[in-house]
Structures are given as C-alpha cells and as structure tokens.
C-alpha cells in the first residue's frame, strides 16, 4: 500500500507540475497586425511570411489589418498588447522612422514602444514621369525644373508620408522646386500622372513595376543598394549624385516592447529560415522587392539609426510638423 500510494503520490506531483509550468511559445494563434490597408506592399509582404512563419511555428499567425493615419493607428494599437509574443506588428519605415517625426504628437514611441524582430525584405523606391514629359534622365529632369521652377508638380500619397518626404528631399538635394499635390494613396496620384495632370511621383516599386513594363511611365532612378534585376538600365541616386536619396524602403517584424528574449529570438529564427525558402523569395521578388534577412540585434540598432536620421532630415528640410 505504501509504494502504491508513493507512486501515485510522484504521478500527481508530476501532473501539477506540468500544469504549472509555461507551455511551449507559441501555443495558439498569434496575430499580426499590419497597420496599412490591404493589398499595399506592407500588407502583402506580411501575408507573404505569415503563411510560412505559420507552418514552421505550427500555430495560424492571422494579418489583422488596421490602417489609418499613415500607419499610425495600427502601431499605436500594436504597442498597447500583451508583451506575450502572440501580438506582433510590421515595422516598417513610413511608421517607424518617417510619421513619428513629421507629427508634432506621435501615438507612440518607434524605438522604446517596439521589439523589433528581424528585417522582412527592402522596397525600392523609383522616381517615375509621365514619357511626355521628355525627361529622359535624372539630370534632364533637373534642368526642367530650374528652367521653370513653377511649371512642374509631383504627387504623393499625403501629406507626410513617404513619398511626399521623398518629394521634398529631391527638391532639397538638388536645389529645384515643384508643386506637391497630396492624394488619398499612391493609386490615385499615378492615375493623374497617366493623365498628364500630375508630372512625377516618387513611389515604390511594387506599385509602378505593372505601368514601367507596359511604358505607360517612364523610371528615371531608383533607390537601391545596386541596379535591379528588374530593371537593368535604370541608375540609382548613388550613380545619378544623389547619394542622400538611395535608401530603399525596408519592412520588418516586431513586438510590443518587452517580449522576452527567448521569444524575440525564436522569432527571429523562424522569419531567417522563412526568407531562406526559395518560394518565399520568389514571391517576395516578384513583388519588386529584396528578401534582407537580419539578425534581431543589428534591425533593432537599424531602426534606431533610422530614426536619428529622419529627424535630421525632417529637420534639414525645415518641415512643419503636422
């Protein structure tokens, strides 16, 4: 009875004490906010490595997007959850260095809100015209715009945002001048390039590469680490003399700010080895953009030199925050 009772006794200790400890990460669903709408680059680059990451961490992770103000909203709501891992959130250059630095009151912190998990992939940017322009280089343009500074407009996606910085840096760097004109996303500002209403936008290539291959557009440059597969004969700023404008956009993977370690590390880990497969890499490509695999501390020190060097920008160009 004794040894019958002492092994009984050592099976309830052990039930208890698995009941106690901490299940495995991840042990159900874990969601991923993409603070844009969708069918935007951030939203199909998170789908892109939410269907792998959910196989190789054997838990659904869901998209769950929440766009508005410019990302804003999205981020905000992102810092807020539990810092369990099972909130995460695209971290990405228009939230997390270019918005928190052209409003006067950001919802959150970029750096101190946020545990960034490991760069996704970089989007070049490309500087695209309407062909009836004439503008057959970077160079032409330029001598365009100082010969009628008032003649010329470019569009954005709104005031703020990326490509309106954009806009403004290139006026900055080279000295010229053009009119902004602010729309409602980038769709409606190439729609108006198309119609000649508009002369030059400064968008990313997922979203001109469709309008580039059938010349309804014509790209002058582009900003890219190195010419691009897709488009051979296009220079970047960095050959053109614009070196302060050959910084491609990146997208990343983050957290609320204090998930533990072992987690982030996991994570990371598990984005690295779904970049690393070739139909991941395919399907990010196609997109327009490079796969850039990072090691979770070298995107966290990125994202805070990234925000040190849009507050200079913003500061060199004199911006009025919003």
Same mark, same amino acid.
């Given at each position: 009875?004794?040894?019958?009772?002492?092994?009984?006794?050592?099976?309830?200790?052990?039930?208890?004490?698995?009941?106690?400890?901490?299940?495995?990460?991840?042990?159900?669903?874990?969601?991923?906010?993409?603070?844009?709408?969708?069918?935007?680059?951030?939203?199909?680059?998170?789908?892109?490595?939410?269907?792998?990451?959910?196989?190789?961490?054997?838990?659904?992770?869901?998209?769950?997007?929440?766009?508005?103000?410019?990302?804003?909203?999205?981020?905000?709501?992102?810092?807020?959850?539990?810092?369990?891992?099972?909130?995460?959130?695209?971290?990405?250059?228009?939230s997390h260095?270019?918005?928190?630095?052209?409003?006067?009151?950001?919802?959150?912190?970029?750096?101190?809100?946020?545990? &960034?998990?490991?760069?996704?992939?970089?989007?070049?940017?490309?500087?695209?015209?309407?062909?009836?322009?004439?503008?057959?280089?970077?160079?032409?343009?330029?001598?365009?715009?100082?010969?009628?500074?008032?003649?010329?407009?470019?569009?954005?996606?709104?005031?703020?945002?990326?490509?309106?910085?954009?806009g403004e840096?290139?006026?900055?760097?080279?000295?010229?001048?053009?009119?902004?004109?602010?729309?409602?996303?980038?769709?409606?500002?190439?729609?108006?390039?198309?119609?000649?209403?508009?002369?030059?936008?400064?968008?990313?290539?997922?979203?001109?590469?469709?309008?580039?291959?059938?010349?309804?557009?014509? &790209?002058?440059?582009?900003?890219?680490?190195?010419?691009?597969?897709?488009?051979?004969?296009?220079?970047?700023?960095?050959?053109?003399?614009?070196?302060?404008?050959?910084?491609?956009?990146?997208?990343?993977?983050?957290?609320?700010?204090?998930?533990?370690?072992?987690?982030?590390?996991?994570?990371?880990?598990?984005?690295?080895?779904?970049?690393?497969?070739?139909?991941?890499?395919?399907?990010?490509?196609?997109?327009?953009?490079?796969?850039? &695999?990072?090691?979770?501390?070298?995107?966290?020190?990125?994202?805070?030199?990234?925000?040190?060097?849009?507050?200079?920008?913003?500061?060199?160009?004199?911006?009025?925050k919003m």
């Amino acid at each position: 009875m004794n040894r019958r009772h002492l092994v009984l006794g050592g099976l309830a200790g052990a039930a208890l004490n698995a009941l106690a400890s901490p299940q495995a990460y991840p042990s159900k669903p874990v969601k991923l906010i993409v603070p844009y709408a969708p069918g935007g680059t951030t939203d199909l680059l998170a789908r892109i490595v939410a269907t792998k990451l959910s196989t190789i961490l054997g838990q659904p992770v869901v998209v769950d997007n929440r766009p508005g103000a410019g990302g804003s909203v999205g981020s905000a709501a992102a810092a807020k959850q539990p810092a369990d891992g099972y909130t995460l959130v695209m971290v990405v250059e228009s939230s997390h260095a270019v918005n928190p630095n052209v409003y006067a009151k950001s919802l959150y912190d970029p750096v101190k809100d946020f545990a &960034p998990i490991g760069n996704i992939a970089d989007v070049p940017n490309v500087l695209v015209t309407n062909p009836a322009l004439g503008a057959e280089s970077v160079q032409s343009l330029v001598k365009m715009l100082k010969e009628q500074p008032s003649k010329y407009s470019f569009g954005s996606s709104g005031n703020g945002g990326l490509s309106h910085i954009n806009g403004e840096l290139f006026k900055h760097v080279t000295g010229t001048d053009m009119l902004h004109v602010p729309y409602k996303g980038l769709g409606p500002a190439l729609s108006d390039l198309l119609a000649g209403q508009i002369n030059v936008v400064f968008d990313n290539i997922p979203s001109s590469m469709e309008l580039i291959q059938a010349k309804r557009v014509k &790209p002058l440059v582009v900003a890219a680490k190195s010419r691009l597969k897709l488009l051979p004969q296009v220079p970047t700023y960095a050959e053109t003399g614009l070196p302060a404008m050959n910084n491609p956009s990146w997208f990343g993977l983050g957290g609320p700010a204090g998930i533990p370690t072992e987690i982030l590390d996991q994570l990371n880990r598990a984005l690295n080895q779904a970049l690393s497969d070739p139909a991941v890499v395919s399907a990010i490509e196609k997109q327009g953009a490079v796969p850039s &695999p990072t090691p979770r501390k070298e995107f966290a020190a990125f994202v805070a030199a990234e925000n040190l060097r849009w507050a200079k920008i913003v500061a060199d160009l004199r911006f009025e925050k919003m």
